[in-house]
């Protein structure tokens, strides 16, 4: 974490009205992959985020060979695009051997992977040839070409080249690639430790019964799970008595252990919220009212060396404003070089009458079948409907002061890739 880069103590920035597209700006300012560095080996790295360049030593493949079972030929030139030729069978290349040099008008009886013998010019699949009764000759009928069915060396890869960038979230086709190389350990970024805790004296764990005025914690294992799936390490001291103590001492555990704290609730300038001035009295912090809905306050500072993000309580909004603002700055702070989130576009199914001042990320469906896909709005949009969340395949971006009528193409998230 770049603290020079935190500017939360900024006048500009303090209880400031900033726009989505600002306080994200900000937020990737502040945030810098981190330094530490481990070596893992490659069944230990998927999603971990690569931490150099993968560059290979060796040619994929290492040697021309055979892309189907049948029977490598050493064509003379002049049985080149001739048909109804016949071959001596004179070898047998199963894959991992080699076979022996092959003379001008002989076959090889070849499997899909096995080097082409020296002499050989072109593949024949076994499929498109017949072998006489006494197995020692094959008979062609179309014409034949040279190279046929013979994947060449380096075809896929070529010593020296990089084949992985630092930066990349690995995926299994990545780790795939690099055992093919023969790299056996990758120089990953460290996970990135982020502490949780949650106050408000009306939150109750599931599992327990109600009394008048509670709710369950459902921001609780929103937030554990986003986490986990960005790869985190989550260090989560649960809910915490909303006390201004109880608060110091929750941020002042976590800040020595952890890279990142998070909360959720309780930065609003109500009375009852005392994780804004627990952060401002042990580091610094400003607090975003963002033109934006659902999420309106959002809290940016520090403690001591870890970084602090504060959602707002409302479920929607924790989620919505963790989706657009913590997920690429948390990206970026694990190393990630793609870390902002991708748009697609789609098509609105409805219309939009009002002009509204703020921008709004409205949950909805999709409808396939039109092109652009056509999207359908939840008819509970309040920030406290996590069903629409649940129902919803995406966000939809409808920007500030704007009205307009059904096929509007609009910016449109995926939950399916905000929520990996
Ligand atoms: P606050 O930001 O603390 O004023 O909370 C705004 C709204 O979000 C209130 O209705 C809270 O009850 C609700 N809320 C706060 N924290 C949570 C939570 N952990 N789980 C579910 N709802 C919450
Ligand atoms: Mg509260």
Same mark, same amino acid.
């Given at each position: ?124 699949? !076994?499929?498109? $040839? &017949? %072998?006489? *009764?006494? =197995? /020692? ?91 986990? !799936?960005?790869? $985190? &390490? %989550?260090? *989560?001291? =649960? /809910? ?181």
């Amino acid at each position: 974490m770049n603290n020079q880069a935190v500017k939360c103590d900024s006048p500009v920035f303090n209880q400031s009205l900033l726009s989505a597209d600002e306080a994200l700006e900000f937020l990737l300012d502040a945030s810098a992959a981190p330094e530490k560095k481990e070596s893992v080996s490659l069944d230990n790295s998927l999603g971990r985020i690569l931490a150099c360049d993968i560059h290979s030593t060796i040619n994929v493949p290492g040697f021309d060979n055979s892309a189907m079972d049948g029977y490598a030929i050493a064509l003379n030139d002049n049985q080149l695009l001739q048909k109804n030729l016949s071959f001596d069978i004179v070898d047998r290349i199963p894959a991992g051997s080699t076979g022996n040099e092959l003379n001008k008008g002989c076959a090889a009886r070849i499997f899909t992977g096995a080097p082409i013998p020296e002499g050989a010019n072109t593949v024949i699949m !076994q499929e498109e $040839c &017949e %072998v006489s *009764n006494d =197995g /020692n000759r094959i008979e062609t009928w179309r014409p034949l070409s040279l190279g046929e069915n013979i994947r060449p060396m380096g075809n896929d890869i070529q010593t020296d080249d990089v084949i992985l960038r630092a930066g990349l979230q690995l995926k299994p086709q990545d780790v795939a690639l690099t055992a093919s190389v023969g790299v056996a350990e990758l120089e990953v970024f460290k996970k990135l430790k982020v502490g949780v805790f949650f106050t408000g004296d009306e939150l109750v764990e599931p599992g327990n019964a109600l009394n008048r005025g509670e709710i369950y914690n459902s921001n609780r294992y929103a937030l554990v799970a986003l986490l986990k !799936q960005l790869n $985190c &390490e %989550v260090i *989560n001291l =649960g /809910n915490i008595k909303d006390s201004l103590d109880s608060t110091c001492k929750a941020l002042e555990i976590l800040a020595s252990a952890c890279d990142l704290i998070m909360t959720t609730g309780g930065v609003s300038v109500g009375e009852e919220d005392h994780v804004k001035p627990a952060v401002e009295k042990l580091g610094k912090l400003s607090l975003w009212r963002i033109k934006m809905k659902p999420g309106k306050p959002l809290a940016f500072g520090h403690v001591g060396k870890a970084a602090f993000i504060g959602l707002p309580g409302n479920p929607v909004s924790a989620m919505v404003t963790f989706f657009l603002f913590a997920r690429p700055f948390i990206k970026k702070m694990q190393g990630v070089s793609n870390h902002k989130n991708q748009t697609t576009q789609v098509q609105t199914n409805f219309d939009w009458r009002r002009p509204r001042p703020r921008r709004e990320f409205v949950r909805v469906k999709l409808d396939h079948s039109t092109i652009p896909a056509s999207a359908n709005l939840y008819p509970k949009q309040g920030s406290d409907v996590l069903s629409s969340v649940v129902w919803a395949d995406g966000l939809v971006e409808i920007p500030e002061n704007s009205t307009f009528s059904q096929g509007e193409v609009l910016n449109y998230y995926s939950l399916t890739e905000l929520t990996q």
